[in-house]
T-cell receptor, first 114, second 113 residues
Framework: ETGVTQSPTHLIKTRGQQVTLRCSSQSGHNTVSWYQQALGQGPQFIFQYYREEENGRGNFPPRFSGLQFPNYSSELNVNALELDDSALYLC?????????????FGPGTRLTVL | DQQVKQNSPSLSVQEGRISILNCDYTNSMFDYFLWYKKYPAEGPTFLISISSIKDKNEDGRFTVFLNKSAKHLSLHIVPSQPGDSAVYFCAAPGSSNTGKLIFGQGTTLQVKP
């Protein structure tokens, strides 16, 4: 059984650019959540996708958007990058939505905005 | 608005001794708490959880204690092993429908051989 994978591993962008991060969910999982982990902080919830629909959003501006595909993989898009967007972006998949379904995290994408 | 707080950024213990990691929360509506462990270059992995109807949950070397009146929980690792060296996060549910987790800032545990 393949775990959660994310690509790319590292990424460097400049302010104002746009970025797309990708996540492949674990087999049998239909829910993907995205988190941002700034240096020295815990992960912060961005949003969750359940069966291709957004199912909850954290306190992030609209320039953070996402997609989930029929195979339940997901993308996180960030427009108009700011320096503070530099962080580790984690995705987590689960068998279903709702807290009682354990979330399995990928290794993350390290984004640096210069 | 930090609803889940881990006030100790780091902890160092000797192999074989007890490690105690602490976590405080502000929202009395939280009914479930989780601990995650994170190694460098890996995602967090679920370690142990506790429901608010309990005050203790044990799984092998790991025990979580919950003190609801103090809004405090702690993770005990006994005996500590060098392989336990990692960042530990406590987390609470932000929403039961979305699976949103609210994480603390994390505590880096170093277990010295």
């Amino acid at each position: 059984e393949t775990g959660v994978t994310q690509s790319p591993t590292h990424l460097i962008k400049t302010r104002g650019q746009q970025v797309t991060l990708r996540c492949s969910s674990q087999s049998g999982h239909n829910t993907v959540s995205w988190y941002q982990q700034a240096l020295g902080q815990g992960p912060q919830f961005i949003f969750q996708y359940y069966r291709e629909e957004e199912n909850g959003r954290g306190n992030f501006p609209p320039r953070f958007s996402g997609l989930q595909f029929p195979n339940y993989s997901s993308e996180l898009n960030v427009n108009a990058l700011e320096l503070d967007d530099s962080a580790l972006y984690l995705c987590a998949s689960s068998r279903d939505r709702g807290l009682r379904n354990e979330q399995f995290f990928g290794p993350g994408t390290r984004l640096t905005v210069l | 608005d930090q609803q889940v707080k881990q006030n100790s950024p780091s902890l160092s213990v000797q192999e074989g001794r007890i490690s105690i990691l602490n976590c405080d929360y502000t929202n009395s509506m939280f009914d479930y708490f989780l601990w995650y462990k994170k190694y460098p270059a890996e995602g967090p992995t679920f370690l142990i959880s506790i429901s608010s109807i309990k005050d203790k949950n044990e799984d092998g070397r790991f025990t979580v204690f919950l003190n609801k009146s103090a809004k405090h929980l702690s993770l005990h690792i006994v005996p500590s092993q060098p392989g336990d060296s990692a960042v530990y996060f406590c987390a609470a549910p932000g929403s039961s429908n979305t699976g949103k987790l609210i994480f603390g800032q994390g505590t880096t545990l170093q277990v010295k051989p």
